[in-house]
């Protein structure tokens, strides 16, 4: 009767063990392969959480998004760029320098937040979107 005890507990440590584990070290989301939630600009996103910022962050917060507009700033050196002034988007890889200013760009990344302070959106893990 011990034995089948100290057997029955040494399965469920086991298997504890085991899930604890799995969700720890769980795999990473790959934002470039999956598919987009939604394809909206830079302006439509903005203007939705200064309509209704708790309504906007339950339908973005932690999605994958197309976005698309114009590109208002470049940082080469902290992989970074700015959309209509609002977006602002971090790059997974090293981006191309062959970036411009003004030029439109389609670019897919998991949206992260909204500072209302700054009124700028957050976006990371960006990729630039082909046609």
Known sequence: MK??????????????????????YKSHRDIASEKESFLVTADAVYNEFKTD???????????????????????????????????????KDKMPAGLRLQSDIKIKGRFIGYDDLLGEMKMDQCVIETE
Do not use: C, P, R, W
């Open 53 to 91: 910022e708790s309504k906007a962050n339950q339908k973005y917060l932690d999605k994958t998004i197309d976005v698309y507009g114009k590109i208002s700033s470049v940082d080469l050196k902290e992989n970074t760029i700015v959309i209509d002034e609002k977006m602002f988007a971090v790059f």
């Open 3 to 24: 034995k089948n005890k100290i057997i029955l507990i040494s399965v469920f440590v086991l298997i504890l063990g085991y899930l604890i584990y799995s969700y720890v």
